[in-house]
């Protein structure tokens, strides 16, 4: 299966490059659905700029990266291409791995449930083949590497690509069961964005299940290991934001960064829901919606958990998703990183059921966000109203797509318990409605 | 929500659209094409009104008097241009400057890409004069232009007259709060480029022009004069910009609303507005205007010198004057005081034009068709793609008995192979299409006895017709293509097509209602089961090449100059390379859109009707 891998990780940073050379990249680096305020390359070197002359690269209002990013790439600037077509391998071979990972569990759970006899007998068109399974890995790396979402915003050299890159390693150490990097990359993540804390909770569920800890709000071992978790997180958290006041020499990042993220000063339009709404709101309903809107990524985190305890990596998949719909400067790298989870949910196909209207919306949306672009800021003919239509009807999608996922995953469930063809108590032919 | 949750409702609905499938398709179209010719029915449109306020409700004073000398100065200005053979810089700085307004001159060349035939030029070098009138009533920072092209021969010698005189006279009025600048371009739309590109500090089309030594504020509004003769029957309105794109309505409705006030005759596309929409006459009188207006946006070149200043969000329009032999008669004087009134209501704008409609059709000056009745025409036209596109998914969806459980790995890994040779084909032959026939006119000028005009031209032709023969090749590759190959390719397709027909018709309805009118049969009908000869006619007919053609000789019908086939066929050539020139020269986008989009999109389709 190395090959395979080698070959697409040739091709991937081969378009790149090609990409890169070309009259295209100033051109992407400047979509506003490709590079947010956050992430943008022109603020970094601004940042960097500043830094160079001995002034706080915050002073200014216009660098909003982290200082771990800037000093990063203090010494890599000259590099930043190859860091950013690195930080996309790192990702796709961090997801390859642990989607091969988490597929071989997958398998032996299922192997232990058939020898136990828990699958009802007209389950077994359900069941997984190790045949089906063998490609999904390659393909996660695939949707990830390909996705054109991706190559945009490594060809922007977005920063969002060193944060999928962070998220993606996380995912691979807590798939790996490694409890002290999971909690690393978990704080790093945090640190980069702060809404991959909501994956906290799913990491737990998950290695908790590893370790074989029943989840029971009345056990010790429980409570000791939720302690053990967060005081390495908090930890590492700690030791990070420390180091970041250490080499900056003072605290101005922390409102410059996550009051940035929390409190959306910059309403320049984006592929998100904050901006048109927050434009035309009135001054002092501000603090109101903006506790609304930002409870929304947090908010999900509960009843999902509830739900999917059992299954903690569909539930890194939702978060991932949920984190990319409501943050407050969504690009499409956010998107990426979570549609290349997609080829491991291929078992759900078919009970997948608007999967076509949903696919037709999202890419007649890509299409237009570029041409009502036009229309408002260069042709001046349409205005903000007609780029909102497109970004709502973007999000609805995705909504929609990720809800689909997730009705389609709990079906299975049911199905792999109750059986396939469901009956009435009459004995006519049930069907399950979601209501 | 709960039509898409319930499964026995979706299992109705789907059935419904998949059982009557086609003959919803044909109701679609019918309805799509019936609904756009009920947009001339003068009962289902708006009449015009003046939205923006600054515009509306004052009034102004026209005093222009001096008419004769306008024509006086014009004919002073032609006697110059004949001497100097080309644009008089000199005269004119002088004549300017003696009116009191800041004169500068820009210079400009261009080596056009290949010649250009019914213009008879190719290496072009000009001469801008511009005058600035600078506002004493406000900061100068806004300004509004009048412009007047130095033609070849003895066009338009009595717009500059016009122009000169009106610059004498608004230089003794006081109330001008913006910068009016009086600019004198040659070669026409060339020339405009220069300037604008030279005014606005960029340089799209890598022209060398000098920079301008002089400037005013942020340019409003502008107007381009093209008058020939001292007497004109009626005054036309040219609305149609680059790519399609048209000024405010405001524009319109003010130069509506001044030939109402003053009593001179209008019109639109060279059409008068009758009043008698309720007979069949009426009624085809309008549809004619509306249409003629369609095609000229569809063409997405600029019909005026004022289609280049859209694309800096400046509200543009060309004021054309007609000499008939009808008995009415405008002299100079009223003109003159036309724009004088027009200019006095722009100078009142306290911000842009913006209040009324970007997107509007007119079946006469004084009705339109606004966005928001236009677009569900087209609509009908792209539900019949989306129609199309769930009837494929559902019969993939649900493969036959037999191979009940196939392994979705192998299944699908051929079956995408076997979409993506073909487009990456068709979009090969597509940048084929796009760069050959400048590249290669040399070698053919060469080799055959042409000009490197019609060697861009044939080429571009050839091309186009060597892509039809590749889908013979396209599919004997290493694999055999799987049982319903088609249908995966024929479902891209049908998605690509309506993505790419909805993108054109928001930025150029016309273009993409036109385009859609052709393409969606194609994509709606073919498949391989078909008889072979009689659809590959039905096909080529109905593909962009041939849709343009048509259009040729149906603008010609239109504009009532109707034309025999071999002067239409020479028309034909000429639209192509002026399609190709506009692109290079001005960035029109039409010539790259149906070159590497729509043109490979339709090579999908003719893939498809020749699956093995």
């Known amino acids: ?435 | 929500m709960g039509l898409l949750s319930d499964p026995n409702r979706r299992r109705a609905l789907i059935s419904l659209l998949t059982r009557l499938n086609a003959p919803i398709c044909v109701v679609c179209y019918m309805a799509g094409v019936a609904w756009f010719m009920g947009l001339a029915f003068e009962p289902f449109t708006l009449r015009t009104y003046m939205s923006e306020n600054a515009m509306g409700s004052t009034m102004v004073e026209e005093r222009f008097p001096a008419g004769e000398r306008a024509l006086g100065t014009g004919r002073e200005f032609s006697a110059h241009k004949k001497k100097a053979g080309g644009m008089p810089v000199d005269w004119l700085v002088k004549t300017m400057q003696s009116r009191g307004l800041e004169v500068f001159t820009q210079r400009f060349s261009r080596r056009l890409p290949f010649p250009d035939e019914d213009k008879e030029r190719y290496m072009v070098k000009g001469t801008n004069v511009y005058g600035i009138l600078r506002a004493p009533r406000a900061p100068r920072t806004e300004a509004l232009v009048l412009s007047a092209p130095c033609s070849p021969g003895d066009d338009n010698n009595q717009a500059v007259g016009v122009l000169l005189g009106l610059a004498q006279y608004f230089r003794n009025q006081v109330f001008w709060a913006k910068d009016i600048i009086f600019l004198v371009n040659e070669h026409d739309l060339i020339g405009m480029q220069a300037w604008l590109e030279g005014y606005h500090h960029t340089n799209t089309t890598g022209m060398d022009w000098s920079p301008l030594q002089g400037r005013g504020g942020s340019i409003q509004a502008a107007l381009s004069l093209e008058l020939s003769s001292d007497v004109v029957t009626s005054l036309d309105l040219v609305l149609e910009g680059l790519n399609g794109q048209l000024p405010n309505l405001d524009l319109a409705n003010l130069f509506y609303a001044f030939c109402q006030k003053i009593g001179v005759l209008c019109t639109t596309q060279g059409k008068l507005q009758r009043n008698d929409w309720d007979s069949v006459s009426g009624y085809s009188h309008a549809v004619q205007t509306m249409m003629l207006m369609v095609m000229k946006q569809a063409s997405g070149r600029p019909w005026g010198d004022h289609g280049l200043f859209l694309r800096y969000h400046i509200e543009a329009a060309t004021i054309k004057g007609i000499n008939s032999f009808r008995q009415y008669k405008t002299d100079a004087t009223t003109i003159g005081r036309l724009l004088e009134g027009m200019y006095r209501k722009l100078n009142n704008l306290l911000e842009r034009l913006h209040q009324s409609y970007f997107f509007y059709l007119m079946p006469s000056l004084s009705h339109f068709v606004s966005i928001g009745y236009y677009m569900p025409a087209f609509g009908l036209l792209a539900l019949i793609l989306l129609l199309r596109a769930l009837d494929l998914w559902i019969q993939l969806a649900t493969p036959p008995t037999f191979n009940l459980n196939p392994p979705p790995s192998q299944m699908s890994s051929p079956g995408v192979l076997s979409v993506l040779t073909p487009l990456v084909i068709s979009h090969l032959t597509g940048v084929a299409l796009y760069t050959l026939p400048i590249h290669f006119q040399e070698i053919a000028v060469e080799h055959f006895p042409v000009s490197e005009t019609e060697a861009v031209v044939l080429t571009a032709i050839a091309v186009y017709t060597a892509g039809l023969a590749l889908p013979h090749n396209t599919h004997r590759g290493l694999f055999v293509p799987p049982f319903n190959g088609w249908k995966v390719l024929k479902l891209v397709a049908v998605l690509y097509l309506a993505v790419l027909l909805g993108c054109t018709a928001l930025i150029n309805f016309s273009l993409g209602f036109i385009l859609a009118l052709t393409l969606v049969p194609v994509a709606a009908f073919v498949t391989p089961d078909v008889p072979k000869a009689l659809s590959a006619f039905i096909m080529v007919i109905l593909s962009p090449a041939c849709t343009l053609l048509f259009s040729v000789f149906l603008f010609q019908e239109l504009q009532e100059m109707p034309v025999s086939f071999l002067d239409g066929w020479m028309l034909y050539l000429s639209v192509i390379s002026q399609g190709i020139l506009d692109h290079a020269l001005y960035g029109s986008l039409v010539y790259p859109l149906v070159a590497l989009l729509v043109y490979p999109c339709w090579l999908l389709f003719w893939n498809i009707l020749f699956w093995k």
Request: aromatic share 18%; charged share 15%.
């Open chain 1, 1 to 435: 299966m190395a090959a395979p891998l080698t070959l697409l990780l040739l091709v991937a940073v081969t378009v790149r490059a090609a990409l890169y050379r070309s009259s295209l990249a100033d051109l992407i680096s400047e979509r506003v659905e490709v590079v947010s305020p956050l992430t943008a390359w022109k603020r970094v070197v601004e940042g960097l700029a500043l830094l160079d002359l001995g002034v706080s690269p915050y002073s200014g209002d216009v660098f909003h990266e982290t200082p771990l990013i800037i000093y990063l790439f203090h010494f890599l600037v000259d590099y930043a291409e190859i860091t950013f077509m690195l930080a996309d391998v790192i990702t796709a071979v961090a997801l390859y791995l642990s989607v091969k990972d988490y597929n071989k569990q997958v398998f032996r759970k299922q192997k232990y449930a058939l020898e136990a006899d828990r699958y009802p007998l007209d389950c077994l068109e359900l069941i997984r083949s190790p045949k089906e399974m063998q490609y999904i890995p390659l393909k996660v790396a695939m949707f990830y590497l390909l996705n054109p979402f991706t190559i945009l915003s490594c060809v922007a050299k977005s920063t969002c690509g060193l944060n999928n890159a962070v998220i993606a390693l996380f995912v691979l150490s807590t798939i790996k069961g490694n409890v002290l990097l999971s909690a690393i990359f978990l704080s790093l993540a945090t640190y980069q964005s702060i809404y991959p804390l909501t994956l906290c909770a799913a990491a737990l569920l998950y290695l908790l299940q590893r370790q074989y800890i029943p989840v029971n709000l009345r056990r010790f071992s429980f409570w000791w290991f939720v302690a053990q978790y967060a005081f390495m997180y908090l930890g590492s958290l700690f030791v990070i934001v420390g180091l970041s006041f250490f080499l900056l020499g003072s605290w101005d990042f922390l409102p410059s960064v996550y009051g940035f993220i929390l409190s959306v000063p910059d309403l320049t339009p984006n592929i998100g829901l904050f901006w048109y709404f927050f434009a035309e709101m009135f001054e002092h309903f501000r603090l109101f919606f903006l506790c609304v809107f930002q409870i929304n990524v947090f908010f999900y985190t509960v009843p999902l958990s509830i739900k999917l305890k059992e299954h903690p990596v569909f539930l890194i998949f939702m978060q991932l998703a949920v984190i990319s719909i409501f943050k407050s400067y969504p690009t499409v790298g956010d998107i990426a990183l979570y549609m290349a989870f997609l080829p491991v949910w291929s078992h759900l196909h078919r009970f997948l059921r608007n999967i076509f209207l949903v696919s037709c919306v999202l890419l007649a949306c890509s299409a237009l966000f570029p041409v009502l672009w036009h229309l408002w800021i260069y042709a001046g003919s349409a205005n903000s109203n007609f780029y909102y239509a497109i970004t709502l009807l973007f999000n609805v999608a995705q909504i929609l797509l990720v809800s689909d996922y997730f009705y389609a995953f709990l079906r299975r469930e049911h199905h792999l318990s109750h059986g396939l063809y469901l009956k009435r108590k009459d004995g006519s032919e049930a069907t399950l409605v979601l209501k």
